[in-house]
Structure formats: C-alpha cells, structure tokens
C-alpha cells in the first residue's frame, strides 16, 4: 500500500476515533455531571455528525481516487471520486436532519426559508457546486487532457513580443495546462508554466474551452530575417524541401516574403505540425532555416571568390 493512501486511512480513523471520543465525552458530561440536557445533546451529535461525515466523505473520495486511478484511468476515478463525496455529502445533510428529529414536512419548510437565504448569501459556492455537478455530467474534459481555458473572468493582455512575433493576428487569452483534478468547488490545471492553478467550476462552465490532444494540428508560424544577398527564390525553394521531410510537418510549408528593410527581408514560414507544442517544432525550422542560410551564404562567397 502506498504512503499516501496509508496517509489517508490513517486521517479517516483519526476523524471517526476523534468524532466517537468527543460524542462520548458528551454522553459523560450529560449523563454523569448532568451538565447538557438531552435536548442539547441531540444538536451536539448531529454537529459531529455531520463533521465527521464530510471529512470521512472527502478522504474515502481521495482514497478511491488513488485507488482506482491505475484501473480505470484517473480520469474515470476523479468522476467516481467525485460522485462518492457528493453522495456522502448527502448523507451528511439527510443524518443531521434525522439526528434532530426534524420531520420531513418541517425540514422542507425551513429549507425554503433556509435555501433562500443561503442562495443569496453562497450563491458564489452553490454556482461552483453546480458548476462541478454540470462538469462531472458533460465531461467537456477529464483528468489528464491538456486545455486551453479561455475567460473573460480571468481576461489577459497579450503581449506584442514575442509570441505576437510569430502568430498570424491574434493571442488567445487563456491558461494552458495539464487538469490535475475536478472536485466539487475547483477544477485544478498544471500550467505549462508549472504553477498549479485552481479555477472555479462556475467559471468553466461559462469558458471557452479548447482540448489539445496527440493528434492535434497546429499552424506554427516562424519569422526569420535574411540578408538581401540571398537570392529569396532560392532559399524559399531549398527551405521547403528540407522543412517538408521533418516527421511532425503534415503539409508542404508556405514560405513568403512579410516585409523588407534596407538590407534584409523577413520571411514568413506558415507551417502545419501535428503538435500541442508550438515551441519545439518552431525551434527545429529555425534551426534548418539558419543553417540553409548560412549554407548558401558560403556557397555564395565561394562562387564570388572563384569569379574573382
């Protein structure tokens, strides 16, 4: 058994020894020193009740996570976890009633009452209970894709350089990462800049959201500025042979001239890459584009010192 699940069954019978010693020295006080009248006590147990209840719910629903993760895939094992907390978060509400002695017509008139004013006060919390229930159901994503979460809650302001360098027109404003975990208030996404970020569920349910998976086709743009010196026909025709024979390149590159200087032009290299990473395949064509160019700089100065 793994450390951390011995970790979590400890923390269980802590919280269920913790919860019967504290009942039982109620009982004690109570029934001994006379010191809480049974109407008390009653209140007292089902607040332990219902203490100890969520927090067994929430380990019992972490344990079967760990558990099952190898088995089904942690994706369908943070569902059942997460579908186990709820069912035990029910049972801890229906036990405080029941414990009470609150009839089930007189629960449900004061839970309007009740609902209404907790629904005003927590509707931030229910939205992200909802929202969790909602993302559970429809599964827009599970545990291990890698999303891209697009929100104008969270808007962010692109920058000019250098990703805006090398795209077409525009940024998408998102966070990008690895989810980690969907739990009842929180979704958590492993951000590919490794900080761990946790995102209301109310909010997701509201985002855009784009799935990136191994077979995804991405248009990766690469810039590059070429001395004047260089035939551009050329270096256009060499670069797309040698770019085409790269394993993750899918179509034959389009390579143009964006714009010129005094002594240079900048090419612009549109290539479509099976890839979630624009980064590494961006990386390789620069490096083919900038040995090419200093391939027929030399052939180039070769030739003129010859004529010479």
């Known amino acids: 058994m793994a450390l951390n699940e011995r970790r979590i069954i400890a923390l269980i019978l802590t919280a269920i020894l913790t919860g019967v010693a504290i009942g039982g020295g109620f009982f004690i006080l109570s029934s001994v020193f006379k010191i809480i ?121 692109a920058p000019t350089y250098p990703p805006k360098f090398f795209s077409n027109d525009f940024l998408i404003p998102g966070y990008t990462g690895t989810v980690t975990d969907i739990s009842l208030l929180y979704t958590t996404i492993f951000t590919d800049d490794q900080v761990p970020v946790k995102i209301p569920n109310s909010i997701i349910i509201q985002a855009a959201i784009f799935i990136h998976n191994r077979e995804e086709r991405r248009k990766v743009r690469t810039k590059y500025e070429v001395s004047k010196d260089i035939d551009p026909d050329v270096l256009i025709s060499v670069l797309k042979e040698k770019i085409k024979k790269l394993d993750f390149v899918i179509e034959e590159p389009s390579i143009k001239i964006l714009e010129t200087t005094l002594n240079t032009y900048i090419l612009g290299i549109d290539t479509i890459c099976k890839t979630i990473h624009e980064e590494p395949p961006r990386s390789e064509i620069l490096k083919i584009t900038m040995r090419t160019v200093r391939e027929l700089q030399a052939k180039a100065a070769t030739t003129s010192g010859n004529n010479r």
């Open 37 to 157: 009248s049974g109407d008390y006590l009653l209140y007292i147990y089902a607040a332990i009740w219902f203490i100890v209840a969520i927090i067994v719910s929430y380990f019992i629903g972490s344990l079967i996570r760990n558990r099952l993760g190898n088995v089904i895939g942690y994706d369908n094992a943070g569902s059942v976890s997460f579908l186990i907390r709820l069912i035990g978060y029910v049972i801890a509400f229906v036990g405080f009633f029941v414990l009470v002695r609150v009839s089930l017509g007189a629960a449900l008139a004061a839970g309007g009452f009740a609902g209404l004013v907790v629904g005003l006060a927590a509707q931030t919390v229910l939205g992200n209970i909802f929202g969790g229930i909602m993302v559970v159901i429809s599964r827009p994503y599970k545990v291990g894709d890698r999303v891209t979460i697009s929100t104008w809650q969270y808007g962010l302001i």
